[in-house]
């Protein structure tokens, strides 16, 4: 498989080096534009200021005190910074340096002006000014030392900024190692989920960076991706265990009242039977699709303010009846303050109502059973509580998953879906559903903590 660019780390060093030498090429041409710009500015400035000073002093003080002057300062500074020298109108050298002697005078301003010294040539950028006596005062400074400033200042700049490359490259590399080495392990454990090991997961540090970060979201994906998928092998599984019963006695019945050798009686009890195993498997069907929609979020589109206290009430009224053929009591318990909630009514219905009807199948006769709301924070816990024998506690979590009915509970009719249910409407409202000993009994908690 063909590796991408960006993903060998010699070939971006290579990338970063050129872009790095190319950098450095421009900043060196712009320092350099721009160093010889500031120098021919300072240069221009200070010959001006001196010119100015030295045509000032002949005008003021005379030409004797120009020549004391030009003398004096050729005398201590020669050859260092600027040069001075003052010639006649036939260009011989009257003070200062004697280098510009025979130069002929061209006009005033700036000039480069080429000399001799002991038999090599030498540049002069040279500014002419004319006094009002008829000499000519130059000030001038040697090319040499123009360009040994700014070769210094190019060498300089230049060292710093091959630093600042190397300093560039390496933390690039650094950065470009880290960035493909967290990449590549979020890379690895798609390939070993892709290769079918759904229990990958992607590697994370305690650093809590932001690939962490990712990697911690995309696990939490992962898992319920995982679930979701157990989900569908378990409801796949349940349906082709669980349905093929009726579905076989839906057959056999309907084979029966085909018969031609069967009283119309027999025939009517056989259609009959039939259509009764049909609407046990229809409703287990649609219990599967009410957990599954609850369980994927689908039905959080239809929230509504609810009042828990309303909706158990009229529960408990439909639930009534129910109770007393089964000889049990029910103890309706509300809340005094009853603020609603954001939840999906139907959905919530059923879920305290398969509740109350796992108590009345199991408690048995004589139970009471207690249906109570408390409040807690924003949301509100729905209690069903029985005085029958209850439920193992290491049976509690596994009761709540599709289509699992205790040894006990097999004799009685059901899908296995009533606690699934209710589960998921716990989940739904942010919630959960908590199966405890009630001593005796069973005590169910369906939490709702809907999300501000």
């Not at 500074?77 to 050298?93: E, K, N, P, Q």
């Not at 540049?123 to 005062?137: D, F, K, M, R, Y």
């Not at 103890?331 to 509740?355: K, M, S, T, Y």
């Not at 006769?365 to 807690?376: F, H, R």
Request: proline share 3%; hydrophobic share 45%; aromatic share 6%.
């Amino acid at each position: 498989m063909t590796r991408h660019f960006w993903a060998s780390p010699w070939k971006l060093a290579m990338l970063l080096i050129g872009a790095s030498i190319l950098s450095l090429a421009v900043a060196l041409f712009v320092i350099d534009r721009m160093g010889e710009s500031i120098i021919d500015a300072q240069a221009s400035a200070a010959a001006a200021a001196e010119q100015s000073y030295m045509i000032k002093l002949a005008r003021e003080e005379g030409l004797a005190a120009l020549v004391a002057t030009l003398n004096r300062r050729e005398r201590l500074h020669g050859g260092a910074g600027f040069r001075y020298a003052l010639t006649d109108a036939r260009g011989y050298a009257i003070a200062g340096a004697s280098d510009f002697e025979g130069t002929k005078n061209q006009g005033q301003g700036w000039k480069v002006v080429v000399s001799q010294d002991r038999g090599k040539q030498k540049v002069w950028h040279v500014l002419v000014g004319a006094l009002p006596t008829g000499q000519s005062l130059y000030i001038a400074q040697d090319s040499e030392q123009r360009t040994a400033f700014r070769q210094a200042i190019i060498q300089a700049s230049a060292i710093a900024l091959i630093f600042e490359c190397l300093a560039c490259v390496a933390a690039g590399l650094l950065l470009s190692g880290y960035l493909l080495r967290r990449a590549g392990n979020i890379r690895r454990t798609a390939e070993q989920i892709a290769g079918g090991n759904l229990n990958a997961r992607i590697e994370v540090g305690p650093g809590g960076d932001v690939f962490d970060r990712l990697g911690t979201a995309l696990n939490a994906m992962l898992s319920r991706i995982e679930e979701l998928m157990t989900g569908m092998r378990t409801i796949t599984d349940s349906l082709a265990h669980d349905l093929r019963r009726p579905f076989t006695y839906v057959q056999y019945a309907l084979d029966h009242a085909a018969s031609p050798d069967v009283s119309e009686g027999e025939r009517q009890d056989a259609i009959a039977e039939a259509k009764q195993h049909t609407e046990s498997a229809l409703a287990t069907f649609t219990a599967l699709l009410d957990v599954a929609r609850a369980e994927a979020g689908l039905s959080a589109e239809t929230m509504a303010d609810v009042r828990v206290s309303v909706l158990l009430t009229d529960v408990a009224e439909l639930f009534e009846p129910m109770f007393e053929d089964a000889r049990q009591k029910l103890v309706l318990v509300l809340a005094e303050h009853d603020a609603p909630i954001r939840a999906h009514q139907l959905l919530l219905r059923q879920a305290v109502g398969n509740l109350l009807h796992n108590a009345a199948s199991h408690a048995g006769e004589g139970a009471v059973i207690t249906l109570s709301q408390v409040p807690a924070g924003n949301g509100v816990d729905i209690i069903v509580a029985d005085t029958g024998p209850g439920i193992p506690e290491g049976d509690r979590g596994r009761v709540q998953q599709r289509f699992v009915k205790l040894d006990s509970a097999r004799s009685t009719p059901g899908s296995g879906l009533g606690l699934a249910i209710a589960a998921a409407c716990a989940k739904l409202h942010g919630g959960s559903l908590v199966l405890e000993d009630n001593a005796p009994g069973l005590r169910a908690i369906l939490q709702l903590r809907p999300r501000e």
